[in-house]
């Protein structure tokens, strides 16, 4: 008979933002974004490693585990976001993004025989069609074996009542190294709560710009859920959307959401800009769980939680933000 023990949110307390948590062989990992990676200051980072690791033997305790992956050339930039590992033919792949601040943001892959590292870049462009701002590679891989790479990207036209903005997209990975190059549009931004800032000075004009980023996809009673954070990270309207596909490739509606994110959001007073999520088993290997990073109330820093993923009749739904005790089996 399982124990039941408890947890409560946040589930580590240093600055630990984007949070990916898998398991292998038994062993909870996390990857995240520090704050010197968010704040391009990881020259100061110690034996020039960047991306903060965690590790727990029970789901509760989180213990820091040192840093994943060997700084690449730095002409690429001091901004590391949003790092996620894929485990495929016994090699663990972190695919991340890097770039100056908020431009010339590209995907890479770097690879490991550990799950701790050292992860070592493999020296390329991971999209053979790389655009100027490119975040948040998020791997998935299908029932059928074959991998795809969602992730975020710069749009700036507005056609049929989409919003300009960074918003999402889904390729095929050839390998776990490279892109097929025929990627497809997940989700465009539509709604007024996933503004980020109105007015914003970008690629050379003014734009009302709005956010879709942070892809998570699960499949699902034979569908598939791409969950993505909206808004402005720093903001309380910030929170977890999905979109809904019966393909893979889409494509993908998150109708419905005119209202504002439907899966995770802000409880004013406690909990502000739940976002970023990854979804992992728990210990009973079958209870869903959603790590993702939210601020206290302080806005101090950028931390660590987790909160069980419910599936119901209207989606997907979490039962977080939570900052009481919560149980585990």
């Not at 948590?21 to 996390?30: C, D, L, P, S």
């Not at 989606?315 to 009481?324: F, I, Y």
């Amino acid at each position: 008979m399982l124990q039941t023990r408890t947890y409560t949110n946040p589930v580590y307390q240093g600055y630990f933002a984007d949070p990916f948590v898998w398991e292998h062989q038994g062993v909870y990992y996390a990857i995240g974004t520090g704050a010197a990676e968010a704040q391009g200051e990881v020259d100061e980072i110690e034996a020039r490693r960047v991306f903060p690791l965690l590790r727990s033997f029970d789901f509760i305790s989180w213990h820091d585990a040192g840093r994943a992956l060997l700084k690449p050339d730095s002409a690429l930039g001091d901004n590391f976001w949003a790092p996620e590992v894929a485990y495929c033919d016994g090699r663990f792949y972190l695919y991340y993004s890097v770039g100056h601040e908020d431009k010339n943001h590209q995907l890479r892959v770097a690879t490991s025989t550990d799950p701790l590292g050292p992860y070592e870049d493999v020296g390329a462009i991971l999209d053979p069609n790389s655009c100027p701002f490119a975040i948040d590679p998020h791997p998935f891989q299908d029932e059928d074996g074959q991998w795809y790479l969602f992730y975020a990207r710069d749009f700036l036209d507005t056609e049929g009542g989409v919003r300009a903005g960074t918003a999402l997209m889904v390729d095929r990975l050839d390998s776990m190294t490279k892109l097929s190059g025929v990627g497809k549009v997940v989700l465009r931004a539509r709604c007024d709560w996933q503004r980020f800032m109105a007015n914003r000075p970008m690629y050379g004009g003014i734009y009302d710009w709005h956010t879709l980023e942070g892809p998570c996809v699960r499949k699902y009673a034979g569908r598939y859920y791409c969950f993505y954070s909206g808004g402005r990270w720093e903001t309380e309207s910030y929170g977890v959307d999905y979109g809904v596909s019966d393909n893979v490739m889409g494509p993908f509606s998150d109708a419905g959401n005119e209202a504002g994110p439907r899966v995770l959001r802000s409880v004013p007073g406690s909990v502000l800009g739940p976002g970023h999520n990854s979804i992992v088993l728990g210990p009973d290997g079958q209870t869903q769980y959603m790590a993702y990073h939210a601020w206290g109330t302080n806005m101090e820093a950028r931390q660590m939680f987790l909160d069980k993923l419910i599936w119901t009749p209207d989606g997907p739904r979490c039962e977080g933000p939570t900052w009481t005790p919560q149980s585990v089996s």
